[in-house]
């Protein structure tokens, strides 16, 4: 078994690019890590990893023996899952990443009630409003608002989200109230950004169909919650997610702007890796999201 956990923590350092980063993953610490490393260096009399300016990166041989590690630890994920379908009493982690606030209010709150049902399942939640390479994270669930653009992935769409454009009453007191959505070039619209990310626009709903608009601000963030607490500062107009401000709607702190013309719904669903046999404790995570969010938006 030790021989396997090297195996794993080799694959997780090699993905994440060091060791404090693949043993944190592991939940192990970076002392133990590395011996991990070191084992399977001397089990084999040469070096697979090399240290840069910035982080470790394999040798030739090194890449190798990753590609026909990872082989052996995807194999081996897929024997446990058979067996776990069989007993149905599913064990093991699952790496669960999803956006901020989905994340914080909708997500994180029904994990222990899964993990209550199932003790012997771990979930290791990340959440980031950055895109994620779910292939290179060894994460085995994406909860994901928007359309998925990587055919490589498998899509599981949940529910339809509703969006709402919203300011203070202030800020629309002072700057003026949008009356179409040709008026939003005129205003600071508070933009959910992060490093390459494309060039920036709302998707509205008019009587007329779909409009795109570009638009610009003074401010911009990669933390949704970030860009709803400017807007309650009377800072701009902000485009989020209908659940996340309601409570804000209802106290009249904000208001919704171009009611009429609201943002295009977003996406609410699930990717996943392609796998020739998906883990039943991923496949039954998932459904009992399913279950639990389909109407909450």
């Known amino acids: 078994m030790s021989y396997l ?98 994340g914080r209010r909708m997500l994180a709150p029904l994990v222990p009630q899964f993990c209550t049902e199932y003790p012997g399942v771990e979930i290791r939640l990340r959440l980031s409003d950055r895109n994620v390479d779910i292939i290179a994270d060894g994460i085995d669930l994406a909860f994901f608002l928007g359309e998925p653009q990587d055919s490589a992935l498998k899509w599981r769409r949940i529910a339809e989200c509703r969006r709402v454009l919203a300011a203070t009453p202030d800020y629309l007191s002072v ?36 409009q795109k608009m570009m638009v610009s601000g003074r401010f911009d963030a990669d933390d949704g919650d970030v860009l709803t607490d400017w807007a309650l500062a009377g800072q701009g107009i902000v485009n989020r997610p209908r659940y996340e401000v309601a409570e804000h709607l209802a106290s009249g702190r904000l208001v919704e702007v171009l009611p009429e013309c609201p943002p295009v719904p977003a996406q609410f669903g699930v990717l996943t890796p392609h796998r020739r046999l998906q883990d039943p404790k991923v496949r039954m995570f998932t459904d009992f999201v399913a279950r639990e969010l389909r109407n909450a938006f």
């Open 175 to 210: 700057q003026g109230v949008p009356e179409q959505p040709e008026d939003l070039a005129q205003h600071n619209c508070l933009l959910l950004r992060y490093p390459r990310s494309p060039e920036y626009f709302w998707m509205l709903q008019t009587p007329t169909g779909q």
């Open 5 to 102: 956990e090297s195996l794993r923590v080799f694959v997780r350092v090699v993905e994440l690019g060091s060791i404090t980063s693949g043993g944190r993953d592991l939940r192990m610490s970076p002392a133990v890590a590395s011996n991990r490393i070191k084992d399977l260096e001397a089990r084999f009399g040469v070096r697979l990893l090399n240290r840069t300016t910035r982080k470790l990166v394999p040798t030739e041989v090194g890449r190798a023996f990753y590609d026909s590690a990872r082989r052996v630890i995807e194999t081996l994920d897929e024997a446990e899952a058979v067996v776990s379908g069989f007993s149905g009493t599913p064990h093991g982690s699952i790496r669960v990443t999803a956006p901020l606030g989905l």
